[in-house]
């Protein structure tokens, strides 16, 4: 069973800076894109950031120049460093993993979340 478990998430002032980790588990995670996902409240989960299994990166034009997605595979982890945070960015992160192969495992595997809030 893919088990996916973030964490850094706090409370920051807007501008200030901080690291998010998707510690993964339960899959082979060089065969997987990893992506991270934001939920606001009352608002539909947005996505963020993804790196694929081939090194491959992608961004929301709300996260291209302030947040930097990477991956490290020795430790079945993902980061996202967010930088520049503004209150816009309050959200529960969530990290996802999605196989590069169906066959591989279930599409779209889900962490629990972190809480980021960034005070004006």
């Known amino acids: 069973q893919v088990q996916l478990v973030e964490s850094g998430g706090r409370l920051v002032q807007a501008g200030g800076s901080l690291k998010l980790s998707c510690a993964a588990s339960?899959?082979?995670?060089?065969?997987?894109?990893m992506n991270w996902f934001r939920q606001a409240p009352g608002k539909e989960r947005q996505f963020v950031a993804g790196?694929?299994?081939?090194?491959?990166?992608y961004y929301a034009n709300s996260a291209r120049g302030r947040f930097t997605i990477s991956r490290d595979n020795a430790e079945n982890t993902v980061y996202l460093h967010m930088n520049s945070l503004r209150p816009e960015d309050t959200a529960v992160y969530y990290c996802?993993?999605?196989?590069?192969?169906?066959?591989?495992?279930?599409?779209?595997?889900w962490g629990q979340g972190t809480q980021v809030t960034v005070s004006s």
């Open positions: 996802n993993a999605d196989p590069r192969s169906p066959g591989l495992g279930p599409p779209f595997s």
């Open positions: 339960g899959l082979t995670f060089s065969d997987y894109t």
């Open positions: 790196i694929s299994w081939n090194g491959q990166i």
